[in-house]
């Protein structure tokens, strides 16, 4: 199974990013697009995972969610990640309770390493992303996208739970949910 654990965005995002992908597909029609559906902000991605080590990872999670409280992104502005005339990956920010969101992310990073999930070793940084160049050494196409989100706002979303998710065929499946409980 190949897993990764997210935070979702909701119904008022999902709606936004369908408009404005809309708009943005017209400009680099050759990008692999991600669908508004799957849409979300990764914590942290673990790969190829023997389904008989689920129950241990759905215990970890449930260990983290008590311990935080739901809290408010918006989504606005973007970039690119790569070349700036080529890039490879297209993506939307996040704002809002952003030092609450990287708590969050260490604090599943850090109940999944006695599992044997090494966390990155780079620091979180939360972005959507969007859209992927088809080809490695990037699309121009995507550079033009990244201008068109500077000033992109596409509203709030309220997190209120961790989502293990198994990616199968191009799509996500809820492996577990993990309300994030803690009275603010």
Known sequence: MRLFVAVTLGKTIESEATAALQRLKGLAPRARWVPPAN???TLSFLGEVEAERLPALKDALVSVGPAHAPLVLTIEGGGSFGSPSHPRVLWAGVGGDTKALGALQADVAGALK???FEPEHREYSAHLTLARAKVPRGDRELAECARAL???KWGEARVDRLVLF????????????????RAS
């Open 39 to 41: 849409l979300h902000l």
């Open 150 to 152: 500077q000033d992109a």
């Open 114 to 116: 006695p599992l044997g």
């Open 166 to 181: 198994e990616s199968l065929g191009g799509k996500y499946h809820v492996r577990a949910e993990v309300p994030l409980s």
